[in-house]
Protein backbone atom coordinates (compact mmCIF):
# COMPACT_ATOMS: atom_id res chain seq x y z
CA UNK A 1 0.00 0.00 0.00
CA UNK A 2 2.62 2.84 -1.11
CA UNK A 3 0.98 6.07 -1.14
CA UNK A 4 3.29 8.80 -1.97
CA UNK A 5 0.97 11.45 -3.68
CA UNK A 6 -0.19 12.68 -0.03
CA UNK A 7 0.98 13.34 3.22
CA UNK A 8 -0.62 9.87 5.61
CA UNK A 9 -3.08 12.28 7.81
CA UNK A 10 -4.63 12.98 4.78
CA UNK A 11 -5.62 9.17 4.26
CA UNK A 12 -6.78 8.29 7.73
CA UNK A 13 -10.22 9.27 7.17
CA UNK A 14 -10.63 7.29 3.50
CA UNK A 15 -8.22 4.27 3.22
CA UNK A 16 -9.23 0.83 2.45
CA UNK A 17 -13.40 2.42 3.05
CA UNK A 18 -16.19 3.51 0.74
CA UNK A 19 -18.91 5.12 1.90
CA UNK A 20 -21.08 4.64 -1.28
CA UNK A 21 -20.79 0.62 -0.83
CA UNK A 22 -22.05 1.23 2.93
CA UNK A 23 -25.46 3.22 2.41
CA UNK A 24 -23.65 6.73 2.66
CA UNK A 25 -22.43 5.65 5.83
CA UNK A 26 -19.43 8.38 6.03
CA UNK A 27 -17.67 5.86 9.14
CA UNK A 28 -16.90 2.25 8.62
CA UNK A 29 -19.38 0.25 10.67
CA UNK A 30 -18.45 -2.60 13.06
CA UNK A 31 -18.26 -5.92 11.24
CA UNK A 32 -18.91 -7.81 14.53
CA UNK A 33 -19.28 -11.10 12.85
CA UNK A 34 -17.23 -14.18 13.26
CA UNK A 35 -18.30 -15.74 9.92
CA UNK A 36 -18.74 -14.63 6.63
CA UNK A 37 -21.27 -15.99 4.34
CA UNK A 38 -19.72 -17.17 0.24
CA UNK A 39 -21.52 -16.29 -2.91
CA UNK A 40 -21.39 -19.99 -4.23
CA UNK A 41 -19.82 -22.91 -3.12
CA UNK A 42 -17.24 -21.82 -5.53
CA UNK A 43 -16.10 -18.78 -4.46
CA UNK A 44 -15.79 -20.63 -0.95
CA UNK A 45 -13.17 -22.86 -2.87
CA UNK A 46 -11.41 -20.04 -4.12
CA UNK A 47 -10.88 -18.23 -0.70
CA UNK A 48 -9.66 -21.09 0.82
CA UNK A 49 -7.14 -22.18 -1.64
CA UNK A 50 -5.66 -19.07 -1.70
CA UNK A 51 -6.08 -18.72 2.38
CA UNK A 52 -3.84 -21.89 2.61
CA UNK A 53 -1.47 -21.20 -0.19
CA UNK A 54 -2.74 -24.12 -2.64
CA UNK A 55 -2.44 -21.69 -5.17
CA UNK A 56 -1.18 -18.53 -6.19
CA UNK A 57 -4.37 -15.19 -6.76
CA UNK A 58 -5.30 -14.83 -10.49
CA UNK A 59 -4.67 -11.75 -12.17
CA UNK A 60 -7.54 -9.47 -11.13
CA UNK A 61 -8.85 -12.01 -8.60
CA UNK A 62 -10.48 -10.31 -4.98
CA UNK A 63 -10.06 -12.72 -1.99
CA UNK A 64 -12.69 -11.95 0.17
CA UNK A 65 -13.23 -12.85 3.91
CA UNK A 66 -13.95 -16.06 5.50
CA UNK A 67 -13.72 -15.67 9.05
CA UNK A 68 -12.34 -13.23 11.70
CA UNK A 69 -9.82 -14.95 12.97
CA UNK A 70 -8.47 -14.49 9.58
CA UNK A 71 -9.28 -11.02 8.53
CA UNK A 72 -12.12 -9.25 9.52
CA UNK A 73 -13.14 -5.50 7.39
CA UNK A 74 -12.66 -3.54 10.17
CA UNK A 75 -8.98 -4.77 10.89
CA UNK A 76 -7.98 -4.90 7.48
CA UNK A 77 -8.75 -1.12 6.85
CA UNK A 78 -6.72 -0.03 10.06
CA UNK A 79 -3.86 -2.68 8.72
CA UNK A 80 -3.64 -0.29 5.85
CA UNK A 81 -3.65 3.05 6.89
CA UNK A 82 -1.30 2.27 9.62
CA UNK A 83 1.08 0.91 6.91
CA UNK A 84 1.20 4.50 4.89
CA UNK A 85 2.51 5.87 8.03
CA UNK A 86 6.29 3.56 7.45
CA UNK A 87 5.51 3.39 3.36
CA UNK A 88 5.26 -0.33 4.32
CA UNK A 89 3.21 -2.63 1.73
CA UNK A 90 1.45 -4.07 4.48
CA UNK A 91 0.74 -4.38 7.47
CA UNK A 92 -0.94 -6.96 10.63
CA UNK A 93 -2.92 -6.21 13.67
CA UNK A 94 -2.48 -8.33 16.76
CA UNK A 95 -4.17 -8.39 19.99
CA UNK A 96 -1.55 -7.09 21.62
CA UNK A 97 2.24 -5.50 21.55
CA UNK A 98 2.94 -8.60 22.79
CA UNK A 99 1.26 -10.50 20.54
CA UNK A 100 2.37 -8.91 17.62
CA UNK A 101 6.15 -9.22 19.21
CA UNK A 102 5.82 -12.71 19.86
CA UNK A 103 4.00 -13.92 16.59
CA UNK A 104 6.19 -12.04 14.66
CA UNK A 105 9.57 -13.59 16.29
CA UNK A 106 8.08 -17.39 16.07
CA UNK A 107 7.19 -16.70 12.57
CA UNK A 108 11.11 -16.34 11.75
CA UNK A 109 12.74 -17.86 14.40
CA UNK A 110 13.18 -21.54 15.03
CA UNK A 111 14.74 -24.06 17.11
CA UNK A 112 18.55 -24.27 17.31
CA UNK A 113 18.35 -20.30 16.16
CA UNK A 114 20.43 -17.16 17.61
CA UNK A 115 18.65 -14.54 18.27
CA UNK A 116 20.46 -11.08 18.78
CA UNK A 117 18.64 -8.14 20.37
CA UNK A 118 19.32 -4.60 22.08
CA UNK A 119 18.81 -3.96 26.23
CA UNK A 120 16.85 -2.33 27.07
CA UNK A 121 13.75 -3.35 25.38
CA UNK A 122 10.14 -3.73 27.08
CA UNK A 123 9.97 -5.79 30.33
CA UNK A 124 7.03 -8.05 28.72
CA UNK A 125 9.40 -8.32 25.43
CA UNK A 126 12.69 -8.78 27.39
CA UNK A 127 11.02 -11.45 29.83
CA UNK A 128 10.02 -13.54 26.55
CA UNK A 129 13.35 -13.17 25.16
CA UNK A 130 15.30 -14.19 28.31
CA UNK A 131 12.73 -16.88 30.25
CA UNK A 132 10.67 -17.96 26.99
CA UNK A 133 13.04 -18.21 23.47
CA UNK A 134 15.66 -20.37 25.45
CA UNK A 135 12.78 -22.93 26.31
CA UNK A 136 12.69 -23.61 22.79
CA UNK A 137 16.30 -23.82 22.35
CA UNK A 138 16.76 -20.79 20.76
CA UNK A 139 19.75 -19.04 21.69
CA UNK A 140 19.63 -14.90 23.05
CA UNK A 141 22.51 -12.95 22.53
CA UNK A 142 22.42 -9.14 24.08
CA UNK A 143 24.43 -5.95 23.21
CA UNK A 144 23.97 -2.28 24.83
CA UNK A 145 23.47 0.81 23.34
CA UNK A 146 26.91 2.77 23.41
CA UNK A 147 28.45 -0.71 21.86
CA UNK A 148 30.30 -0.02 19.15
CA UNK A 149 30.02 -2.59 15.91
CA UNK A 150 33.25 -4.09 16.60
CA UNK A 151 31.88 -4.81 20.13
CA UNK A 152 28.90 -6.65 19.20
CA UNK A 153 30.46 -8.67 16.49
CA UNK A 154 32.94 -9.92 18.67
CA UNK A 155 29.95 -10.51 21.60
CA UNK A 156 28.24 -12.66 18.78
CA UNK A 157 31.20 -14.35 18.19
CA UNK A 158 32.36 -15.20 21.62
CA UNK A 159 28.79 -16.12 23.18
CA UNK A 160 27.39 -18.10 19.82
CA UNK A 161 30.93 -18.86 18.23
CA UNK A 162 30.01 -19.38 14.11
CA UNK A 163 26.50 -18.95 14.40
CA UNK A 164 24.33 -16.22 12.37
CA UNK A 165 21.40 -14.70 13.90
CA UNK A 166 18.24 -15.24 12.48
CA UNK A 167 16.89 -12.07 13.73
CA UNK A 168 18.44 -8.79 15.18
CA UNK A 169 15.81 -7.00 17.31
CA UNK A 170 15.96 -3.42 18.73
CA UNK A 171 13.61 -1.16 20.47
CA UNK A 172 14.60 3.12 19.81
CA UNK A 173 14.32 4.86 22.15
CA UNK A 174 14.92 2.69 24.62
CA UNK A 175 12.95 2.31 27.59
CA UNK A 176 13.25 4.26 30.52
CA UNK A 177 16.27 7.04 30.09
CA UNK A 178 15.48 7.19 25.94
CA UNK A 179 18.67 5.33 24.92
CA UNK A 180 19.38 5.69 21.05
CA UNK A 181 20.53 2.49 18.90
CA UNK A 182 21.74 3.69 15.54
CA UNK A 183 19.79 1.46 13.19
CA UNK A 184 21.92 1.94 10.51
CA UNK A 185 24.68 -0.06 12.38
CA UNK A 186 22.17 -2.92 12.98
CA UNK A 187 21.70 -2.93 9.42
CA UNK A 188 25.12 -3.36 8.57
CA UNK A 189 25.32 -6.27 11.04
CA UNK A 190 22.15 -7.72 9.91
CA UNK A 191 23.57 -7.80 6.05
CA UNK A 192 26.76 -8.26 7.07
CA UNK A 193 24.92 -12.16 8.28
CA UNK A 194 22.76 -12.76 5.66
CA UNK A 195 23.06 -14.89 2.83
CA UNK A 196 21.77 -16.43 0.17
CA UNK A 197 19.99 -19.17 1.95
CA UNK A 198 18.49 -16.82 4.81
CA UNK A 199 18.49 -13.47 5.59
CA UNK A 200 19.22 -12.03 8.95
CA UNK A 201 15.97 -9.88 9.40
CA UNK A 202 16.17 -6.37 11.34
CA UNK A 203 13.34 -5.51 13.71
CA UNK A 204 12.50 -2.18 15.60
CA UNK A 205 10.18 -1.93 17.92
CA UNK A 206 8.70 2.04 16.85
CA UNK A 207 6.69 2.14 19.96
CA UNK A 208 8.03 5.38 21.54
CA UNK A 209 8.74 7.98 18.49
CA UNK A 210 6.42 5.97 15.41
CA UNK A 211 5.08 6.01 13.63
CA UNK A 212 5.25 10.15 13.03
CA UNK A 213 8.52 10.89 14.41
CA UNK A 214 10.66 7.82 13.56
CA UNK A 215 10.40 5.51 10.09
CA UNK A 216 12.88 2.69 10.61
CA UNK A 217 12.06 0.93 7.23
CA UNK A 218 14.04 4.26 5.75
CA UNK A 219 17.44 2.68 8.05
CA UNK A 220 16.73 -0.69 6.59
CA UNK A 221 14.22 -2.34 9.28
CA UNK A 222 12.59 -5.54 7.44
CA UNK A 223 10.33 -5.36 10.18
CA UNK A 224 8.52 -2.45 12.54
CA UNK A 225 6.68 -3.55 15.49
CA UNK A 226 4.37 -1.33 17.47
CA UNK A 227 2.45 -1.58 20.36
CA UNK A 228 -0.84 0.00 19.67
CA UNK A 229 -2.35 0.25 23.09
CA UNK A 230 0.49 3.58 23.28
CA UNK A 231 0.37 6.38 20.95
CA UNK A 232 -1.58 4.92 18.30
CA UNK A 233 -4.42 3.93 20.01
CA UNK A 234 -3.81 6.84 22.77
CA UNK A 235 -6.69 7.11 24.75
CA UNK A 236 -5.36 4.42 27.22
CA UNK A 237 -8.92 2.52 25.99
CA UNK A 238 -7.67 -0.30 23.63
CA UNK A 239 -4.50 -3.07 24.21
CA UNK A 240 -3.45 -3.76 20.76
CA UNK A 241 -0.22 -4.19 18.46
CA UNK A 242 1.01 -3.88 15.00
CA UNK A 243 3.19 -4.93 12.45
CA UNK A 244 4.42 -3.55 9.50
CA UNK A 245 6.88 -4.16 6.71
CA UNK A 246 6.86 -5.76 3.07
CA UNK A 247 4.05 -8.05 1.97
CA UNK A 248 5.88 -11.14 1.70
CA UNK A 249 6.83 -10.82 4.98
CA UNK A 250 3.56 -9.79 6.56
CA UNK A 251 2.05 -12.09 4.79
CA UNK A 252 4.45 -15.29 6.33
CA UNK A 253 3.15 -13.39 9.79
CA UNK A 254 -0.27 -13.25 9.26
CA UNK A 255 -0.51 -16.91 8.35
CA UNK A 256 1.17 -17.58 11.61
CA UNK A 257 -1.12 -14.97 13.31
CA UNK A 258 -4.14 -17.23 12.08
CA UNK A 259 -3.12 -20.24 14.38
CA UNK A 260 -1.78 -18.23 16.96
CA UNK A 261 -5.58 -16.68 17.22
CA UNK A 262 -3.84 -13.68 17.99
CA UNK A 263 -5.51 -11.40 15.63
CA UNK A 264 -7.21 -7.78 17.10
CA UNK A 265 -11.30 -7.94 17.67
CA UNK A 266 -13.55 -6.01 15.75
CA UNK A 267 -14.64 -3.16 18.26
CA UNK A 268 -10.71 -2.72 18.97
CA UNK A 269 -10.03 -2.29 15.49
CA UNK A 270 -12.96 0.53 15.26
CA UNK A 271 -11.60 2.56 17.99
CA UNK A 272 -7.81 2.39 16.78
CA UNK A 273 -9.29 3.69 13.08
CA UNK A 274 -10.52 6.61 15.18
CA UNK A 275 -7.36 7.14 17.29
CA UNK A 276 -5.33 6.79 13.76
CA UNK A 277 -7.52 10.09 12.62
CA UNK A 278 -5.98 12.19 15.11
CA UNK A 279 -2.57 10.55 15.69
CA UNK A 280 -0.58 12.92 14.28
CA UNK A 281 -2.09 15.95 15.78
CA UNK A 282 -1.95 14.14 19.50
CA UNK A 283 1.56 13.48 18.68
CA UNK A 284 2.95 16.83 18.08
CA UNK A 285 0.74 18.56 20.53
CA UNK A 286 2.18 16.19 22.97
CA UNK A 287 5.85 17.00 22.12
CA UNK A 288 5.17 20.58 22.40
CA UNK A 289 3.91 19.92 25.94
CA UNK A 290 7.11 17.78 26.50
CA UNK A 291 9.73 20.55 25.45
CA UNK A 292 7.89 22.75 27.84
CA UNK A 293 7.83 20.50 30.59
CA UNK A 294 11.28 19.18 29.76
CA UNK A 295 12.75 22.36 29.59
CA UNK A 296 11.26 23.21 33.30
CA UNK A 297 12.88 20.24 34.54
CA UNK A 298 16.55 20.93 33.04
CA UNK A 299 16.35 24.00 35.72
CA UNK A 300 15.15 22.65 38.47
CA UNK A 301 17.16 22.31 41.55
CA UNK A 302 16.01 18.85 42.54
CA UNK A 303 16.62 17.72 39.43
CA UNK A 304 20.14 15.66 39.31
CA UNK A 305 19.87 14.49 35.30
CA UNK A 306 17.46 14.60 32.54
CA UNK A 307 16.83 12.56 30.27
CA UNK A 308 15.19 13.77 27.29
CA UNK A 309 15.73 13.60 23.71
CA UNK A 310 15.22 17.23 23.17
CA UNK A 311 18.08 18.15 25.73
CA UNK A 312 20.75 15.83 24.63
CA UNK A 313 24.24 17.56 24.86
CA UNK A 314 25.49 18.92 21.12
CA UNK A 315 28.57 16.99 20.88
CA UNK A 316 27.63 13.48 22.28
CA UNK A 317 27.01 10.03 19.81
CA UNK A 318 23.70 10.04 21.06
CA UNK A 319 22.94 13.16 19.77
CA UNK A 320 23.76 12.35 16.51
CA UNK A 321 22.07 9.50 16.22
CA UNK A 322 19.29 11.86 17.05
CA UNK A 323 19.72 13.95 14.29
CA UNK A 324 20.14 10.99 11.96
CA UNK A 325 16.97 9.05 12.47
CA UNK A 326 14.73 10.79 14.86
CA UNK A 327 12.24 13.46 13.51
CA UNK A 328 11.34 14.72 17.10
CA UNK A 329 12.19 14.30 20.29
CA UNK A 330 8.76 12.80 21.42
CA UNK A 331 6.92 13.11 24.85
CA UNK A 332 8.63 10.37 27.28
CA UNK A 333 10.67 12.21 29.92
CA UNK A 334 12.51 10.68 32.58
CA UNK A 335 15.09 12.32 35.08
CA UNK A 336 16.87 11.62 38.39
CA UNK A 337 15.47 13.27 41.85
CA UNK A 338 17.74 14.62 44.31
CA UNK A 339 18.29 11.46 46.33
CA UNK A 340 16.87 8.16 46.39
CA UNK A 341 13.76 6.62 46.53
CA UNK A 342 11.98 7.58 49.16
CA UNK A 343 12.21 10.99 47.71
CA UNK A 344 10.78 10.09 44.00
CA UNK A 345 7.87 8.34 46.02
CA UNK A 346 6.76 11.62 47.68
CA UNK A 347 7.42 13.52 44.27
CA UNK A 348 4.80 10.93 43.11
CA UNK A 349 2.61 10.68 45.89
CA UNK A 350 2.36 14.21 45.67
CA UNK A 351 2.00 14.87 42.26
CA UNK A 352 -1.54 16.24 41.11
CA UNK A 353 -3.20 15.63 37.85
CA UNK A 354 -0.40 13.11 36.14
CA UNK A 355 -1.96 9.56 37.32
CA UNK A 356 0.20 7.37 38.80
CA UNK A 357 0.63 4.14 36.33
CA UNK A 358 2.25 2.77 33.80
CA UNK A 359 1.84 2.67 29.96
CA UNK A 360 2.65 5.26 28.00
CA UNK A 361 1.37 7.92 24.81
CA UNK A 362 -2.02 8.74 25.89
CA UNK A 363 -4.44 11.94 26.26
CA UNK A 364 -3.48 11.80 30.07
CA UNK A 365 -0.14 12.63 31.64
CA UNK A 366 1.38 9.38 33.57
CA UNK A 367 4.13 9.22 35.91
CA UNK A 368 5.56 5.65 37.39
CA UNK A 369 8.84 4.54 39.27
CA UNK A 370 11.12 2.44 36.90
CA UNK A 371 13.26 0.38 39.45
CA UNK A 372 10.16 -0.57 41.24
CA UNK A 373 7.43 -0.90 38.67
CA UNK A 374 7.94 -1.35 35.06
CA UNK A 375 11.68 -2.61 35.38
CA UNK A 376 11.28 -4.41 38.31
CA UNK A 377 12.01 -7.46 36.66
CA UNK A 378 15.58 -6.53 35.32
CA UNK A 379 18.38 -7.63 37.03
CA UNK A 380 20.38 -5.73 39.70
CA UNK A 381 23.20 -5.56 37.20
CA UNK A 382 21.51 -4.60 34.24
CA UNK A 383 19.24 -1.64 36.15
CA UNK A 384 22.46 -0.27 36.81
CA UNK A 385 24.05 -0.58 33.92
CA UNK A 386 21.11 0.95 32.14
CA UNK A 387 20.85 3.98 34.75
CA UNK A 388 17.57 2.38 36.62
CA UNK A 389 18.53 3.91 39.92
CA UNK A 390 16.49 4.18 42.93
CA UNK A 391 15.88 7.87 42.47
CA UNK A 392 14.46 7.84 38.60
CA UNK A 393 11.13 9.24 37.77
CA UNK A 394 8.99 8.52 34.34
CA UNK A 395 6.90 10.68 32.92
CA UNK A 396 4.70 10.67 29.70
CA UNK A 397 3.63 13.91 28.82
CA UNK A 398 -0.20 14.41 27.82
CA UNK A 399 -2.67 16.98 26.10
CA UNK A 400 -3.22 18.49 29.49
CA UNK A 401 -2.01 22.41 29.38
CA UNK A 402 1.79 22.37 29.54
CA UNK A 403 1.44 25.44 32.62
CA UNK A 404 -0.98 23.39 34.20
CA UNK A 405 1.61 20.51 34.33
CA UNK A 406 4.08 22.39 35.34
CA UNK A 407 2.55 24.11 38.39
CA UNK A 408 1.48 20.45 39.60
CA UNK A 409 5.20 19.35 39.16
CA UNK A 410 6.53 22.49 40.85
CA UNK A 411 3.91 21.09 43.89
CA UNK A 412 5.20 18.19 43.76
CA UNK A 413 9.10 18.65 44.06
CA UNK A 414 8.65 20.86 47.08
CA UNK A 415 6.93 17.96 49.13
CA UNK A 416 10.14 16.26 47.65
CA UNK A 417 12.45 18.78 48.63
CA UNK A 418 11.21 18.30 52.43
CA UNK A 419 11.72 14.72 52.16
CA UNK A 420 15.22 15.33 50.75
CA UNK A 421 16.61 17.93 53.36
CA UNK A 422 15.00 16.32 56.43
CA UNK A 423 17.01 13.09 55.30
CA UNK A 424 19.84 15.49 55.16
CA UNK A 425 19.73 16.89 58.44
CA UNK A 426 19.32 13.66 60.28
CA UNK A 427 22.65 12.47 58.54
CA UNK A 428 24.28 15.62 59.92
CA UNK A 429 23.07 15.00 63.51
CA UNK A 430 23.61 11.35 63.39
CA UNK A 431 27.31 11.95 63.07
C1 LIG B 1 3.76 -1.53 26.06
C2 LIG B 1 4.85 -1.92 25.17
C3 LIG B 1 4.90 -3.19 24.58
C4 LIG B 1 3.87 -4.25 24.88
O1 LIG B 1 2.63 -3.88 24.35
P1 LIG B 1 1.21 -4.37 24.95
O2 LIG B 1 0.23 -3.68 24.06
O3 LIG B 1 1.15 -3.93 26.38
O4 LIG B 1 1.19 -5.85 24.84
C5 LIG B 1 5.95 -3.46 23.72
N1 LIG B 1 6.91 -2.56 23.46
C6 LIG B 1 6.89 -1.33 24.01
C7 LIG B 1 7.98 -0.36 23.68
C8 LIG B 1 5.88 -0.96 24.89
O5 LIG B 1 5.89 0.26 25.45
Not at 150 to 158: S, T, Y
Request: charged share 25%; hydrophobic share 40%.
Amino acid sequence: MKNTTMSPESYMMSLGYSAKEHQGSVKSPIFQTSTFAFRSAEEGKAFFEIAYGLREKKEGEEMGMIYSRVDNPNMNILEKRLAVWDEAEAGAFFSSGMAAITTTVFTFVRPGDLFVYASPVYGGTDHFFNHVLPQFGIKVVKFFPGDSEVDILKKIEHEAPGMKPAMIYVETPGNPVNSLVDLSMVKRIADGFSTFERDCLMVVDNTFLGPVFQHPMKFGADLVVYSATKFIGGHSDVIAGACVGSAGLIGQIKAMRTFFGSQLDPNSSWLLMRSLETLKIRMQQQVKNAKEVAQYLSNHPMVEELHYLGNLEKNSEQYRIFERQCEAPGSMIAFNIKGGEKEAFAFLNNLELFKLAVSLGSTESLAEHPATMTHVDVSPEDRKRLGISPNLVRLSIGLENAGDLILKIEKAFEKAEEVYSGSKEKEITSY
